[in-house]
């Protein structure tokens, strides 16, 4: 998807608004060095004040999607309050037995000793959110920051001004500062907090911007959990059930009216699937959102005119077969649901991520084509397979790499607590949710004792005699 972020050089914050910003960091260093951050206790409690402040400010945060995105209410309860409200209940439930110590041992080389594995906080840390799942994609990493037992602090979007506001709000309110701050704004406020040192920074959002946050964490060698997109390619198997099938990529395209990280990008099937799966995907449109989905309370907007304009030049209406740019309204950012199909490798629609309520159908000779045209581009974030053999799932499984890989639905996997969530290679670095937000979010400590006597190390140490040269000898054989 092409970059929000703004090309030309930042003006500069005036020294008040730094100021602000540079005591928020530094708050933020002074309470993780105090020890604020580190009992068990705390951090359970500071789950706990989360989880209060989001039952409290539902109506706010509920209100402020409606007003960026069109979000419903039962949208957003599912794909963003509950879901996070679901990780703070997973990792409060499991925390303690996470966080204790695990026992391994050493080796032969080191023996008699023991070892074992502490997961240590990594400090303050610096979290960048994007607008399209404004409140999941913020509270979900500060789950896994405030569980770690580091301090956060969080960024939210400014293209999706009200949600960011009621993020602020919420914190504010709810958190405490010596955790948590939130520091709003755009790429000036961005580049002020990439200039100072963290201890992770994790951003969500496109690739350009990746590359800028990662540039600014080498100068500090801070690590990064990048969490990108790209085009997630579905392929549609001769022989699937087809109306289920579409049902299935019709809620995965169309939800946020296809602002989703992980929505599908496009669909390769071969000629005769695609003619037949067609009728299926007009089908399960309507069930979904009606004849005129303007008017469905089920189908969101486009976030703002920049992005509707963008996502209206992709479509081709010769193309289309269902939707296209007649019904378009760029005064309410109404995209209506858009299927088009002959569409070429070259066209401008297979060009970036589309992000948005476009789905182009591309035909392929069959399973190798789509394996190799998913080998050929950036590694997606996740790729999609319908298919009733078991055989072909595998060989996409062995044969393509991608953040993940979903078999017989789209999207669902994202709410998941017990799988890791993130992307490979062009679609990111490092995962989160659950056990992975807690695993991302702190260091995994080795403490090795061994006692002083016997003092078994004087046999590798110098001067290397015959028989110690002998023995070293036999020991690494
Ligand atoms: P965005 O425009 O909100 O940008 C993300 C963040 O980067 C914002 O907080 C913004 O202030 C900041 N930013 C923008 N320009 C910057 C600059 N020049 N310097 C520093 N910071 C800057 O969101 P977006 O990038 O449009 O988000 C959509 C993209 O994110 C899509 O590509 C989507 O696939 C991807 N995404 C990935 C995931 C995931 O979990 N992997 C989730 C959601 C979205």
Redesign the pocket.
């Known amino acids: ?1 092409p ?4 090309q030309a050089a ?1 003006a500069p914050l005036d020294a008040v608004r730094r100021g602000e910003v540079l005591a928020d960091v530094a708050a933020l260093r002074d309470s993780f060095e105090a020890g604020t951050t580190r009992p068990l206790e705390a951090r359970l409690a500071q789950l706990d004040a989360l989880a209060r402040g989001l039952r409290a400010e539902r109506p706010r945060l509920l209100k402020a999607l409606e007003q960026d995105l069109g979000k419903s209410r039962t949208e957003s309860l599912l794909t963003e309050l509950g879901v996070v409200g679901q990780e703070i209940a997973h990792l409060r439930r499991n925390l303690r037995s996470w966080l204790r110590p695990r026992s391994f041992g050493p080796g032969m080389l080191l023996a008699p000793a023991s070892g074992q594995i502490r997961r240590e906080p990594l400090g303050t840390t610096l979290i ?6 404004p409140v999941n ?1 913020a509270l979900a990493p500060l789950i896994g920051a405030i569980a770690g037992g580091n301090t956060a602090l969080l ?6 001004p009200a949600t960011s506001a009621a993020l602020a709000h919420l914190v504010r309110a709810h958190l405490d500062p010596a955790w948590v701050r939130v520091v709003e ?3 000036p406020e ?2 002020l907090l ?1 200039e100072q040192r963290f201890d992770l920074i994790f ?5 350009a ?1 990746g590359r ?2 990662a540039r600014a964490a080498a100068e500090h060698l801070t690590p990064t959990v990048l ?4 085009k997630s390619p579905v392929f549609v198997d001769e022989g699937t059930d087809l109306a289920a099938t579409a049902r299935r990529i019709v809620w995965g395209k169309f939800t946020n009216a296809g602002q ?3 929505a599908p990008d496009h669909l390769m099937a071969a000629p005769a699937t695609i003619d037949r799966l067609v009728p299926h995907l007009r089908q399960a449109t309507t069930a979904l959102y009606g004849r005129d989905p303007r008017r469905s309370r089920d189908y969101g907007r486009m976030v703002n005119e920049r992005h509707f304009d963008r996502v209206l030049a992709l479509i081709d209406d010769d193309k289309t077969v269902l939707g296209g740019t007649a019904g378009a309204d760029r005064e309410t950012r109404y995209l209506p649901p858009t299927i088009m199909t002959g569409v070429d490798w070259n066209d401008p629609v297979m060009g970036e ?1 589309i ?1 948005g309520p476009v789905l182009p159908l591309l035909a392929v000779a069959g399973p190798d084509e789509a394996i190799a045209r998913i080998r050929a581009g950036e590694k997606p ?1 996740t790729a999609y397979v319908f298919s009733p053999r078991p055989e072909i799932e595998e060989r996409f499984a062995e044969e393509t790499s991608s ?1 993940s890989l979903a078999l017989g639905h789209t999207l669902a996997h994202l709410g998941s607590q017990t799988m890791p ?3 490979v290679g062009g ?2 670095t490092g995962a989160y949710h659950g056990r992975a937000s807690l695993e991302a979010f702190t260091h995994a400590k080795p403490v090795v004792r061994k006692p002083l006597r016997p003092d078994t190390l004087r046999l590798v140490t110098p001067p290397y005699t015959t028989w110690k040269r002998g023995l070293l000898g036999r020991l690494f054989r």
């Open positions: 998807m970059t929000d972020a703004h930042p960048i959110s994007p607008w399209n799942y994609l960024k939210p979007s400014e293209v999706a704004g755009a790429v961005t580049t990439l951003y969500t959002g496109n690739g911007v800028i946050v969490e990108l997109g790209g989703t990280c992980v991520e992000f974030l953040g969530f993130g992307g679609s990111g």
